[in-house]
């Protein structure tokens, strides 16, 4: 059986976790899967969450870009809005700061089992990720082969070596799983943080 | 007469500033005026693209949070959100890489003359900045006088101590002007950048 915690800020706020609470029926016998059917994304935040309390790290990740069109605002109510769309995003999703470092990652999952589709990224992440490397940052994607349940820290690096070669007159599209079995390090899921990718940025450190 | 200059990446794409165009009738001669009424949002923003397309530092805002309800799909054309609210951020608005350091902060205007009311800092942007110094982060805020045309860095390690005392028998509500001109760095108004505020930052490092 597994207790919730509580975790106490030091200002004596209650943490309260972005994740929606779980239901009544939770099965804890799930809890120590890797995976747990949660998306890459939750297990991401998790972890971030556990990293923030114990004070490892604060890394979070950045909201959904929105163009906001048309908002109304009921009496005695939130505002709501109303007509927005979704905006290209111009960075990386998770960035933060770890043992005084720069951290800046993105999270992809891919159904594929022997390669990994270099169109999961697009060319202003990719952008994004080679300007970080210039300032000094620790940048990498976390990519996860869903049907594998094996997820990798793949170094922007080497990413970006993989996106150049995309030009070449035989340059893949994709990068293949051994890839990733050579030059990437693997992440093991636990129970806390879920997915330990802190221990894998600790490598490149 | 200002020439508007087109930057091209290593990699040959255009650069697209974020900002909206200048409309036709655009006057040139209100250039080089502090402020030219735009927000201390728009003039960071315009900062951090400088600061991006010359190398010096990678610094974005981050979108608005917003919690998405409803979305409609229409054939032929891009997703529209119907129903979404905003939420309130977790942390400061402002983060990325500058000479290595991880630099965060938030940026506030007030209208007052001769005090800064701490009640336009949120307990969660604080309580964000305190966890960031504690992993080596630097961190501050960026506090525009609009009235009096002035703008200031101020460490969050003042910040907080400011916030901190408020709890105090005869603890203040808001940092005095004066407080800003003995502790805090002036940030001056330039054409490029709009505001030089890391040189601010260089006298923290």
Chains 1, 2 share one sequence.
């Not at 048309?70 to 290209?88: G, N, Q």
């Not at 993105?106 to 390669?115: F, I, L, M, P, V």
């Not at 922007?156 to 035989?170: F, K, N, V």
């Amino acid at each position: 059986m597994i207790q919730p915690v509580t975790i106490h800020y030091p200002n004596g706020t209650s943490y309260r976790p972005q994740q929606p609470e779980k239901p009544a029926n939770y099965n804890s016998s799930l809890i120590r899967h890797g995976g747990r059917g949660m998306t890459l994304e939750q297990e991401i935040n998790e972890s971030n969450q556990y990293y923030l309390a114990h004070e490892i790290a604060v890394i979070h990740k950045k909201p959904t870009p929105v163009q906001i069109v048309k908002v109304d605002y009921p009496k005695r109510s939130a505002a709501v809005i109303r007509e927005a769309y979704f905006r290209r995003p111009s960075t990386t999703d998770y960035n933060g700061i770890y043992r005084g470092r720069y951290i800046d990652f993105d999270a992809k999952e891919t159904k594929e089992t022997t390669r990994f589709p270099l169109d999961n990224f697009h060319e202003h992440q990719v952008e994004h990720m080679r300007s970080c490397l210039k300032q000094g940052g620790i940048c990498f994607g976390l990519i996860k082969f869903v049907t594998l349940d094996q997820l990798y820290l793949l170094k922007a690096s080497d990413l970006i070596h993989y996106w150049d070669q995309q030009g070449d007159p035989h340059g893949r599209k994709s990068i293949p799983l051994a890839a990733f079995q050579q030059q990437a390090i693997p992440v093991a899921y636990r129970l806390n943080p879920t997915i330990a990718y802190l221990d894998a940025v600790d490598q490149l450190i």
